[in-house]
Antibody
Framework: QVTLKESGPVLVKPTETLTLTCSVS??????????VSWIRQPPGKALEWLAH???????SYSTSLKSRLSISKDTSRSQVVLTMTNVAPVDTGTYYC?????????????WGQGTLVTVSS | DIQMTQSPSTLSAFVGDSITITCRAS??????LAWYQQKPGKAPELLIY???ILESGVPSRFSGSGSGTEFTLTISSLQPDDFATYYC???????????FGGGTKVEFK
């Protein structure tokens, strides 16, 4: 059974760095057919893709947020970590990690439950 | 970056209606398009991938079509469980990243 679970702070102050962890099970981060993405959703708004990472450690970032994001993985611990620097209230929202089946579907087939992050002083 | 534009943003319908949602890409994405359904407070769920392939377990009243820059999601005979928000997502090039449409909320008329 494939599962993804996000963890991290509920509340972050403006200008601080946000670190989120995605713990996966049911598949390996070394599987060449899979990638893990971070996707966020401000309250009442649309989904926004942030970054993804492949088994090869190749990474890709949203153009608009590239300077503030960093994604990494620890295959042995089955974890993917997203770091966002210099957060602001506009970064408030639910952050999802998700699995992409890159070869067969080119789509997200499993999502985490999401974690709500509020940026406020 | 590839921009995805969905229309309409809101759609009002009755149970039993057939509805169509459109998604347009700013450039040719072949058939690298997926559709998701999201209910309030929940993560999205995959409905269709590669523009027209139904994800396992998704009812056959959902269908997708299109290629290139224009795509549609059709729900025939809308059911009460179908009132939700729907998103399209392109994945033409992983190096260029994924991008989502702005969403279409399907609500009771």
């Amino acid at each position: 059974q494939v599962t993804l679970k996000e963890s991290g702070p509920v509340l972050v102050k403006p200008t601080e760095t946000l670190t989120l962890t995605c713990s996966v099970s049911g598949f390996s981060l070394s599987n060449a057919r899979m990638a893990v993405s971070w996707i966020r959703q401000p309250p009442g708004k649309a989904l926004e893709w942030l970054a993804h990472i492949f088994s090869t450690d190749e990474k890709s970032y949203s153009t608009s947020l590239k300077s503030r994001l960093s994604i990494s993985k620890d295959t042995s611990r089955s974890q993917v970590v997203l770091t966002m620097t210099n957060v602001a209230p506009v970064d408030t929202g639910t952050y999802y990690c998700a699995r992409i089946w890159t070869t067969a579907k080119h789509a997200v087939d499993y999502w985490g439950q999401g974690t709500l992050v509020t940026v406020s002083s | 970056d590839i921009q995805m534009t969905q229309s309409p943003s809101t759609l009002s319908a009755f149970v039993g209606d057939s509805i169509t949602i459109t998604c347009r890409a700013s450039q040719d994405i072949n058939n690298w398009l997926a559709w998701y359904q999201q209910k309030p407070g929940k993560a999205p769920e995959l409905l269709i991938y590669k523009a027209s392939i139904l994800e396992s377990g998704v009812p056959s009243r959902f269908s997708g079509s299109g290629s290139g820059t224009e795509f549609t999601l059709t729900i025939s005979s809308l059911q009460p469980d179908d009132f939700a928000t729907y998103y399209c997502q392109q994945c033409k090039s992983y190096s260029g990243g994924l991008s989502f449409g702005g969403g279409t909320k399907v609500e009771f008329k």
